[in-house]
């Protein structure tokens, strides 16, 4: 009885100790006071980490791709960007430059080739929607988005996110600053002048200052085009002379190609083939003046094996006009002024004065399909996108050598640094996703820039499909039949190098549909229909 009584006194208490431990194993505040109390948190703790963290133990180095060249500069400033992001979430990223020349061949090669790649500039005019049908891309998740990018979130418009959305599903991380831009051409007041002119609205009245430039300046070429940015840009500039361009058919997005389009100054959103009217006269009228300044040596005979931009070579006198964009030029513009160029900028306008706003899409990262590492490719984009100090190195590089804050609160340049010898020029790294409401103006800005500047916001307008998507998956072939036969056949009235421009224009069209136009056109109406209608027009 005795040893019964012991046994079942020792099962209670064995009991008793079980239920204890289970409870003191679900309390997470133990006392301080208890010696066994921090062991256990601690141990705790290494085996289950906090699930609402992200587990950034192993360090990873994130592999990404941007457009255009790396700056001189650019070591030391991804060395500052890299000690930041190994403190803060224990990775470093290797960024890979695909040169304007390059882009129509490598960009989609980098994606489809298996190489490692995390992530990848993304842009409504370099082949988005076309890489994100092929599956290149991975697709997001609005929630972990959330969890891992939170300073984004709590920015970013969800009308970004629908006008990034391709075929239901989310492929880019756009910029929260949808750039307040257009397009524009710089050109040399001291040219103009002995050209006899005062002023220049569009860019179909260059032809006086083309002459000059043929006339007395012979290592210069008027228009120094590239094989991919510069190459279809004259020729845009000039059909908005007579019609609302968007800058690229609506079907591929890739302003190298013809295909649909509509005018973004007419409220109905009517689409048509760039072969039909009124479409089509526009063009006739900017190939016409394209045929005759190729023909008088105004443009560079081969631009396809060019790669260096107008812009790139414009003050050291090789173009005559710098092709480019509000934002880019500002540069240009100031290393001009410091060789004792005057410039002049010209914003390609419509008739009415007209540009249209830039969408969401205009400007945005990708994750690769393949990327091991997603992850912490967006915490990286969180940091670099909208933390200011991440920000302002990326775009700026380092204070003190690149740029210095002055008393009136502009973004100038340290002593002895000059927009000729500053190893990291602003916007010229590609990194043009990142939050812009960050930056300051710049001291060096030009006061013909600064005029720009400020009247950019005027030239803006909203037009019937910002924010629409097109979903190829159906015409997919057609698309990419469309695009050889622009290649073969559109490029050369691009730039003028033709003979005659109604028959160029009866070869691309009968070439367009074999190509399957008209069923793209179809598709097109279809889905702009359906986009209008959600909208309410």
């Given at each position: 009885?005795?040893?019964?009584?012991?046994?079942?006194?020792?099962?209670?208490?064995?009991?008793?100790?079980?239920?204890?431990?289970?409870?003191?194993?679900?309390?997470n505040s133990a006392p301080s006071d208890?010696?066994?109390?921090?062991?256990?948190?601690?141990?705790?703790?290494?085996?289950?980490?906090?699930?609402?963290?992200?587990?950034?133990?192993?360090?990873?180095?994130?592999?990404?791709?941007?457009?255009?060249?790396?700056?001189?500069?650019?070591?030391?400033?991804?060395?500052?960007?890299?000690?930041?992001?190994?403190?803060?979430?224990?990775?470093?990223?290797?960024?890979?430059?695909?040169?304007?020349?390059?882009?129509?061949?490598?960009?989609?090669?980098?994606?489809?080739?298996?190489?490692?790649?995390?992530?990848?500039?993304?842009?409504?005019?370099?082949?988005?929607?076309?890489?994100?049908?092929?599956?290149?891309?991975?697709?997001?998740?609005?929630?972990?988005?959330?969890?891992?990018?939170?300073?984004?979130?709590?920015?970013?418009?969800?009308?970004?996110?629908?006008?990034?959305?391709?075929?239901?599903?989310?492929?880019?991380?756009?910029?929260?600053?949808?750039?307040?831009?257009?397009?524009?051409?710089?050109?040399?007041?001291?040219?103009?002048?002995?050209?006899?002119?005062?002023?220049?609205?569009?860019?179909?009245?260059?032809?006086?200052?083309?002459?000059?430039?043929?006339?007395?300046?012979?290592?210069?070429?008027?228009?120094?085009?590239?094989?991919?940015?510069?190459?279809?840009?004259?020729?845009?500039?000039?059909?908005?002379?007579?019609?609302?361009?968007?800058?690229?058919?609506?079907?591929?997005?890739?302003?190298?190609?013809?295909?649909?389009?509509?005018?973004?100054?007419?409220?109905?959103?009517?689409?048509?083939?760039?072969?039909?009217?009124?479409?089509?006269?526009?063009?006739?009228?900017?190939?016409?003046?394209?045929?005759?300044?190729?023909?008088?040596?105004?443009v560079n005979k081969n631009p396809y094996?060019?790669?260096?931009?107008?812009?790139?070579?414009?003050?050291?006198?090789?173009?005559?006009?710098?092709?480019?964009?509000?934002?880019?030029?500002?540069?240009?513009?100031?290393?001009?002024?410091?060789?004792?160029?005057?410039?002049?900028?010209?914003?390609?306008?419509?008739?009415?004065?007209?540009?249209?706003?830039?969408?969401?899409?205009?400007?945005?990262?990708?994750?690769?399909?393949?990327?091991?590492?997603?992850?912490?490719?967006?915490?990286?984009?969180?940091?670099?996108?909208?933390?200011?100090?991440?920000?302002?190195?990326?775009?700026?590089?380092?204070?003190?050598?690149?740029?210095?804050?002055?008393?009136?609160?502009?973004?100038?340049?340290?002593?002895?640094?000059?927009?000729?010898?500053?190893?990291?020029?602003?916007?010229?790294?590609?990194?043009?996703?990142?939050?812009?409401?960050?930056?300051?103006?710049?001291?060096?800005?030009?006061?013909?820039?600064?005029?720009?500047?400020?009247?950019?916001?005027?030239?803006?307008?909203?037009?019937?499909?910002?924010?629409?998507?097109?979903?190829?998956?159906?015409?997919?072939?057609?698309?990419?039949?469309?695009?050889?036969?622009?290649?073969?056949?559109?490029?050369?009235?691009?730039?003028?190098?033709?003979?005659?421009?109604?028959?160029?224009?009866?070869?691309?069209?009968?070439?367009?549909?074999?190509?399957?136009?008209?069923?793209?056109?179809?598709?097109?109406?279809?889905?702009?229909?359906?986009?209008?209608?959600?909208?309410?027009?």
């Open positions: 009885m005795k040893k019964s009584s012991i046994l079942l006194f020792t099962l209670l208490l064995s009991f008793v100790l079980v239920i204890s431990a289970c409870g003191n194993n679900n309390n208890s010696p066994n109390a921090s062991v256990s948190a601690s141990a705790s703790g290494a085996a289950s980490p906090d699930a609402s963290k992200p587990d950034n133990s192993k360090e990873v180095k994130l592999v990404g791709y941007l457009l255009g060249e790396a700056p001189k500069g650019m070591p030391e400033v991804l060395a500052a960007l890299n000690e930041k992001f190994k403190k803060d979430i224990n990775a470093t990223i290797e960024l890979n430059y695909i040169g304007w020349g390059d882009v129509a061949s490598k960009y989609p090669l980098v994606l489809a080739s298996g190489e490692d790649v995390d992530f990848i500039f993304a842009a409504d005019w370099n082949f988005y929607t076309s890489e994100a049908n092929k599956g290149a891309f991975m697709s997001l998740d609005l929630e972990k988005m959330k969890q891992l990018m939170p300073k984004y979130m709590a920015k970013q418009n969800q009308a970004a996110f629908t006008a990034a959305t391709v075929n239901g599903k989310l492929y880019m991380i756009p910029t929260t600053t949808p750039d307040r831009k257009v397009s524009v051409a710089v050109i040399r007041k001291d040219i103009m002048e002995k050209a006899g002119l005062a002023e220049v609205k569009k860019f179909s009245e260059l032809e006086p200052y083309f002459a000059e430039i043929k006339k007395d300046y012979p290592d210069m070429i008027p228009l120094n085009l590239d094989s991919q940015f510069d190459l279809p840009t004259p020729y845009q500039y000039l059909l908005r002379d007579k019609i609302g361009f968007q800058g690229a058919p609506i079907d591929s997005g890739d302003p190298m190609t013809e295909g649909v389009a509509y005018d973004f100054s007419d409220p109905t959103g009517k689409i048509m083939s760039m072969l039909e009217e009124p479409m089509l006269s526009a063009q006739k009228y900017a190939a016409g003046i394209m045929k005759d300044w190729y023909a008088k040596g105004y094996s060019n790669k260096t931009r107008s812009k790139d070579n414009f003050c050291e006198g090789k173009s005559g006009v710098a092709l480019g964009n509000s934002y880019d030029v500002a540069t240009v513009m100031s290393q001009c002024k410091a060789k004792g160029i005057d410039t002049y900028i010209i914003p390609s306008l419509t008739q009415d004065g007209k540009a249209p706003q830039n969408t969401w899409t205009n400007n945005g990262v990708a994750i690769a399909a393949n990327s091991k590492n997603a992850d912490r490719v967006m915490q990286m984009l969180d940091l670099l996108m909208e933390d200011e100090s991440y920000a302002t190195t990326a775009y700026f590089g380092i204070e003190g050598k690149n740029y210095a804050v002055t008393a009136e609160g502009t973004i100038g340049l340290p002593e002895g640094v000059t927009s000729e010898n500053n190893t990291y020029p602003p916007d010229a790294s590609g990194f043009w996703f990142i939050d812009k409401d960050f930056f300051k103006p710049m001291a060096d800005w030009t006061a013909e820039y600064t005029k720009h500047h400020d009247e950019v916001a005027s030239f803006l307008t909203d037009f019937p499909y910002n924010g629409f998507t097109f979903n190829s998956d159906k015409v997919k072939t057609q698309i990419a039949n469309m695009k050889n036969v622009s290649s073969q056949y559109a490029s050369p009235i691009f730039i003028g190098a033709i003979k005659d421009v109604d028959s160029a224009f009866a070869t691309l069209d009968e070439k367009l549909k074999s190509a399957g136009i008209d069923k793209v056109k179809t598709e097109v109406e279809a889905q702009a229909a359906a986009y209008l209608a959600s909208k309410g027009k």
